[in-house]
């Protein structure tokens, strides 16, 4: 059971490892536009790699909203009560909620 445990991704920090590699990338883009040679790149492109960033994360936004909709807590509780009581020890280890 523990290896299935440890297997389950966690979608929350799932998200927040995407949003800081997303917002790395915005710091890099920052980074090179304040540092560009002169002439080397325009305002309207460094907009418009901001803007692909920012969508980007609006999208993830959106996907763990969904996920959070998509999740029912009463049935993974009790599907874990299931596997709790089959193991014999339901009483001593959990007790679902009324």
Do not use: C
């Not at 440890?6 to 536009?33: C, G, S, W």
């Not at 540092?35 to 692909?52: L, Y």
């Not at 807590?73 to 599907?79: K, L, P, Q, S, V």
């Amino acid at each position: 059971m523990r290896k299935g445990l440890a297997k389950a991704t966690d979608p929350e920090a799932e998200y927040m490892a995407a949003v800081a590699k997303l917002d790395d990338r915005l710091r890099n883009i920052a980074f090179q536009h304040e540092h560009r040679p002169v002439g080397e790149s325009s305002d309207s492109e460094f907009v418009e790699r901001i803007a692909k960033v920012n969508i980007e994360k609006q999208a993830l936004r959106s996907r763990l909203d969904a996920e959070r909709k998509a999740f029912r807590a009463d049935e993974w509780d009790e599907r874990f009560a299931g596997i709790v009581a089959a193991t014999g020890r339901a009483a001593s280890i959990w007790t679902p909620p009324k």
